[in-house]
């Protein structure tokens, strides 16, 4: 695993859920965007899918 040497760990923690906060909403926005011709329960029974996966 890499290590961001110059931040503290709490800064390092934030700063690493912050971008994996961004990438997941564009994830999402492009998820449902694939699925735009169905019924919304089934784009969120397969993103809890994936994300219990």
């Known amino acids: 695993m890499f290590s961001l040497p110059h931040f503290p760990g709490v800064s390092q923690a934030a700063l690493l859920l912050t971008a994996s906060n961004i990438f997941m909403t564009f994830i999402w926005y492009g998820h449902l965007k694939n699925l735009n ?9 397969a993103s809890w899918g994936i994300a219990l996966f």
């Open 37 to 45: 011709d169905r019924p919304s329960w089934i784009a969120a029974l």
